[in-house]
């Protein structure tokens, strides 16, 4: 069993390749009891993007604030509040904040795509 608040879950900074402006949060995962799974946070400042990827696991994404977009398989997808997206493996994507504001949504991946 857990409870937490977000407020309490170490935000870092995403140095990968083209990335910018991007921070994760590894919210709910193995240590908090969800062998498996983790449920992690993006938050992307205005004019932030992760880079554009593949990889082998799947995810599952909630945008829970602001606006952006996201580059999925040579589509471009409108994201705001409430948006959900399935992303398979080794589908190509990437999200873009196109907004004034962050743009936060949660993430869920199998355990070994939390790096």
């Not at 879950?9 to 949060?25: D, F, H, I, S």
């Not at 908090?32 to 990827?53: D, I, K, S, Y």
């Amino acid at each position: 069993m857990f409870v937490g608040h977000v407020r309490e879950k170490e935000e870092a900074t995403v140095n990968l390749p083209g990335a910018a402006r991007v921070t994760k949060q590894s919210l709910i995962g193995p240590a908090e009891g969800w062998a498996g799974w983790v449920m992690r946070q993006f938050t992307l400042a205005p004019g932030g993007f992760t880079p554009r990827h593949q990889h082998p696991w799947p995810h599952i994404n909630y945008v829970v604030a602001g606006a952006g977009q996201l580059y999925l398989e040579d589509q471009e997808y409108q994201l705001e509040p409430g948006t959900i997206a399935y992303i398979p493996g080794g589908a190509e994507h990437q999200f873009l904040n196109t907004g004034t504001k962050a743009l936060v949504f949660l993430c869920i991946v199998p355990e070994e795509g939390d790096k």
